[in-house]
């Protein structure tokens, strides 16, 4: 965890190197100047350079405040490692030491596959875990997954607060209004209108899971004990592998999304005579 946080914080301190800074007064991405030896801009650069998006804003942080950011991880993932709702702790802690609101979330996806992946492994070499419907489940959650991480870098960083914030609340109000969701037995008998319910919602909440994840496994439990008739335990065991595939493909868009920034950063000169060496040695 502190290994993450430490990478973060030093790719934000060194962001001029890679061309990844401030631009304007939001978080964007967007092309650097070229080298100072250089006089001239190559007018074909906008179509020379990949079409990635504008940067990720975020501040250096000290060693005091990642010190301090890795104890929040390390007490709240102790605790959510069976409630769920990390990203309810971890990913406002970051907003309030400035990190940018989309590098927050990355870094909290990335985060948490591992996190999941430490909470399963007690439940591997049991039967607890619902085999039955497990394929599908996961097939589900990462079409959904990949497209709520998807939309993470489509909207605009200003945006994802309002989100995180509207998200953290609405679980206080299920929390509140379905405080004994997941822990006692659904009333319902089991059919398959219900059973369909709870695959639709397993990849709704994968949309809601890859673009946030807040009380995404503590919704979800729910949702298995009241759709599928799991038990508490088989639901938090399930849900704690599912979230594993949730965590990782989000995480890999975010990476993927990140290279192709690095990438729409090199040195315009080196990239513009590269394509026109290309094109030469096509003739």
Known sequence: MGFVL????????HGRTYGIGRAGSGASFGRVNPPQAETHRPTSLPSATPRCRKPLQSNAMTAIQLLLLVAVFFVTSGVSVVTGSTSVITVPAMFQFGI???VAVATNMFALTFMSLGGTLPFVQTNIINRRRLPLLIVLTLFGSAIGATLLLVIPSRVVPLIVSTAVIGLAVFSTVYRRAGVVPSPLLPNRRLEAAG???TFLLGMYGGLFSGGYVTILT???VTTFRMTFTEAIATTKLINIFSSGI???IFMAGFACTLRSHLDAGAWNRHRRHRRHRAR
């Open 199 to 201: 695959y639709a919602l």
């Open 100 to 102: 940018d609101a989309r």
């Open 6 to 13: 430490w990478t973060g914080s030093t790719l934000r301190r």
């Open 250 to 252: 989000a995480a890999a």
């Open 222 to 224: 729910a949702v298995f």
